[in-house]
C-alpha cells in the first residue's frame, strides 16, 4: 500500500516542488494540494491522507491550528511540519500542536523521505540541531507541568536554580557573571512572573518542575 499524502503550501511552486520530488517514490502517492489550513482540513476528511505535509505560515489558518484541529478530528492522520524556521520557540509550539514531526524546507530529498516513512509508521522525527531540539522539548514540558516557568527568560532560570540551591546573591553574581544588584532584579522579576514571594516557594516550585532534585530524606529509611 502506498503512503496517501497531502501537501500543505500556500506557494503553488512548493506544493509542485514537493509532488515532483514525492510521485518519484513508489511508495508514496500524493493525493492532493492544499493552500491554507482550512482547505487542508476539508481535503483530510475528504481524501483521509496518510500523511500530512503542513506549512506554518499560510493564510485564513496557519499550520499549528490545521494540525491541532486534524489531530482531534483525524487521529489517524500523522502530520508532519515543514518550515524555514528552526528555532525552540518554533519547535515548542510545533510539539504542542501534536505534530508527529518537523522537517526543514530545503533539506535534503532523502531525509525528508525518511521522515515521512518515520510518521507514517507511527514514531515521532524531529530534524533539527540537538541543541535546540533540547531546548524545545525542555520548554514543552515545563509549559505542560508549569505553565508559569516558560514565561522565565533562561538568565532567570539559572538564578532560580541557584536560589533554589541555596546560593546567596552575592555568589550567584560571582558564578552567573553578573552583578549583586542584576541578581536583585532578576529575583524580583521571577517572584512577579512566578507569583511567589518567598524564597522557600521558589525552592519548591524549582523542585516540582524539576529544575533541580529534592534532597533525599535523612530518615528515609
Given at each position: ?7 500543505v ?62 489531530r ?18 518554533y ?48 520548554q ?56 511567589i ?16 532534585k ?8
Open positions: 500500500m502506498k503512503i496517501k499524502i497531502l501537501v503550501d500556500d506557494h503553488p511552486i512548493v506544493r509542485k516542488g514537493i509532488n515532483a520530488c514525492l510521485s518519484r517514490q513508489k511508495q508514496m502517492h500524493v493525493v492532493g494540494e492544499a493552500s491554507n489550513g482550512c482547505e487542508a482540513v476539508s481535503m483530510a476528511h475528504k481524501l483521509q491522507p496518510d500523511v500530512v505535509l503542513m506549512d506554518i505560515e499560510m493564510p485564513q489558518m496557519n499550520g499549528l491550528v490545521a494540525t491541532e484541529v486534524l482531534r478530528e483525524l487521529p489517524n492522520a500523522k502530520v508532519l511540519i515543514l518550515s524555514m524556521c528552526c528555532n525552540a520557540e519547535l515548542r509550539r510545533i510539539v504542542k500542536s501534536g505534530a508527529h514531526g518537523f522537517v526543514m524546507k530545503g533539506a535534503p530529498i532523502d531525509e525528508s523521505i525518511r521522515a515521512i516513512e518515520t510518521v507514517h509508521s507511527g514514531e515521532l522525527c524531529f530534524k533539527a540541531n540537538p541543541d535546540v531540539l533540547l531546548e524545545a522539548f525542555y514543552f514540558v515545563l509549559e505542560k507541568n508549569m505553565p508559569g516557568t516558560l514565561q522565565l527568560a533562561p538568565r532567570e532560570r539559572e538564578v532560580l536554580i541557584c536560589i533554589a540551591e541555596g546560593m546567596k546573591s552575592k555568589a550567584i553574581g560571582v558564578m552567573l557573571g553578573i552583578s549583586t544588584r542584576t541578581v536583585g532584579a532578576h529575583r524580583e522579576k521571577i517572584m512577579k512572573k512566578l507569583d514571594h518567598e524564597v522557600a516557594g521558589l525552592t519548591r516550585f524549582a523542585i516540582r518542575t524539576g529544575l533541580i529534592a534532597d533525599p530524606d535523612p530518615n528515609a529509611s
